[in-house]
Nanobody, 118 residues
Framework: QVQLVESGGGLVQAGGSLRLSCIASGGTYRIGDMGWFRQAPGKEREFAASISRSGSDIYYSDSVKGRFTISRDNVKNTVYLQMNSLKPEDTATYYC???????????WGQGTQVTVAL
């Protein structure tokens, strides 16, 4: 089972930037796609961004496209989410996930809180 630990969340003013990190451990050779979901208070968890193992396939939700950039470093077993031009509606708990290259059991991190103030 892969373990994921996120960091980098915090409080930022609207228009500011944050970079989230997610470090994977335990069976990292099994990891394929990685990415980020987010969940705002009272709302369902929603997809934000994903990246394939090679980095060649990247997807963003319409709400973050053009402002967020996902990347990964397979040597460091880490996926990043660079968030620019943050808006109050980006306020949420951000969850990292990792999918196995074979199999169906997705791993989740514990989440990191991002709060964007006016």
């Amino acid at each position: 089972q892969v373990q994921l630990v996120e960091s980098g969340g915090g409080l930022v003013q609207a228009g500011g930037s944050l970079r989230l990190s997610c470090i994977a451990s335990g069976g990292t050779y099994r990891i394929g796609d990685m990415g980020w979901f987010r969940q705002a208070p009272g709302k369902e968890r929603e997809f934000a961004a994903s990246i394939s193992r090679s980095g060649s396939d990247i997807y963003y939700s319409d709400s973050v496209k053009g402002r967020f950039t996902i990347s990964r470093d397979n040597v460091k077993n880490t996926v990043y989410l660079q968030m620019n031009s943050l808006k109050p509606e980006d306020t949420a708990t951000y969850y990292c996930y990792a999918d196995p290259r074979l199999g169906a059991q997705r791993s989740w991190g514990q989440g990191t809180q991002v709060t964007v103030a006016l």
